[in-house]
């Protein structure tokens, strides 16, 4: 028996990949993939099946360009409907691989089909089960992403997840391995933990949906305090119910290289979406007016999801080599509409003349020692509403960066204001000031370091902690 969990920090999720006696299975896969192809290569094995624990809405599913390369069978728990060829399971139907056998688990809650799949190793023993976005490290699957109007509600969502945990995932064994589809970061629970597995007892200690309580306390649970969620999710969850390009014909699009007069001339059509995926850093130094941007380095589908049209043709601006990387890591979260990177990229822009933009870096301290002196100075704080409300400048504005995508967001922002933009770490900031500076706003400044750097000056700021001052 062979298990392999294949983790995707940036979107937190997680794949697995299952193999006995040169038979495979692939779970949840991701669009990008050629991680399994090779993987089955190395090990000699045939992929045979693909299992999907739910229609994903956090991320495009590689579950048809997996099965045009392998030749597998995508599997589905009861209730599914695709415009796809696909195997509907039976709850409790079972799957040979190889000397192992995988049991499916219909357990509606996160999704109508959600389905978990449950490994019995070469003695027919429970081993491991998969259990997707049903159940987490320490959470469960928010139960609000498939409701429908008054039809089916978010609490009738959650009562069929309680009704799924008690009669399918608590009765099994304490040492059964799970496998979640997601780790800390993902937008698919309310409070995700760090670890990336666990195991059924460690659960029932410790998890707060496995706990005794009544069904009605349970929808209480996990129904209060949920954000909304990322605008993506919709785009991404129809993606994977009616299909998609190939990433191959996706990159064969994305990765035509623009030479400058190539590239201006795609910049002057009318909604072309200009992303430099560069590092932050390097971005505030230089860039091409009008560039969103969202650096590699951080959670860059998610935030490319949430803030990027997808009817838009999208032109790239990244460091040499990483124009693939850009191309595949937005084509997972559902972009397909590109039209080509800037060849030599933003150095051979500058070294030809053009014009550039720049964004003003500053040390928190250097907003410490304005800030008592020009009363012009507007702070904004791009953290979510729990981040800012834990914690913030007392005369800061909240914009969460996932609002800013809306210009209106924006309107109380005057040309005579001196603005100030901070986040937790600074990327995010960057990412705001981009947007800002798309919207004609100019006179701002990126505070370096952001939360983590403010809060270390407590003797030059006033803070502020869920309306009380900090000491």
Known sequence: MFVKQLYTGCLS????????????????????????????????????????????????SGHLDLAAATGATIVYGPATQTSFPVHV?????????????????????????????????????????????????????????????????????????????????????????????HGAGSSCGKNLGPETFSTIGEQKNSNYALQQQSKEDFIKAVTDGLSAPPQY?????????????????????GLTALDIPDFKNKLSEPDIILVDTRNASVFTEGFIPGAVFIGLEGRFAEWAGS???FDQEIILVTDEGKEKESIVRLARVGFEKFGGFLAGGFEHWKNSGETIDMIIDVE??????????????????????PEYADGHIKEALNIPLDELSDPGSMAHLEDNHNIYVHCAGGYRSVIAASLMKRQGIHNLRNVVGGWSKIKELKDKFKFEKSKEVLN
């Not at 009616?242 to 990159?251: F, N, P, W």
């Not at 907003?367 to 509403?385: C, E």
């Open 13 to 60: 999720e997680a794949a697995y990949y299952i193999e006995s006696d040169g038979i495979a299975a692939v779970i949840d896969p991701l669009r990008d993939i050629e991680e399994y192809l090779a993987l089955a290569k190395e090990r000699n094995s045939t992929i045979r099946y693909i299992f999907e624990t739910h229609f994903h809405a956090d991320f495009v």
């Open 233 to 253: 999710f919709p785009i991404n969850a129809r993606i994977n119910k009616e299909g998609y390009d190939s990433i191959d014909a996706v990159l064969s699009k």
């Open 364 to 385: 928190a301290d250097e907003l410490a020692m304005d800030l008592p002196f020009d009363d012009q100075i507007v702070i904004v704080d791009v953290r979510k509403v």
């Open 307 to 309: 803030l990027l049209p």
């Open 89 to 181: 399971a039976k709850d409790g139907e079972v799957f040979e691989i190889g000397k192992l056998q995988v049991q499916v688990l219909h357990t509606p809650g996160h999704t109508l089909e959600s389905s978990c799949y449950l490994l019995k190793n070469e003695e027919g023993k429970d081993h491991a089960i998969f259990t997707g976005d049903t159940l987490f490290v320490g959470d469960v699957g928010r139960p609000d992403l498939a409701q429908k109007t008054n039809e089916i509600t978010m609490e009738d969502l959650a009562g069929m997840m309680y009704e799924s945990l008690q009669n399918k995932i608590i009765p099994l064994a304490d040492d059964v391995i799970v496998y979640p589809a």
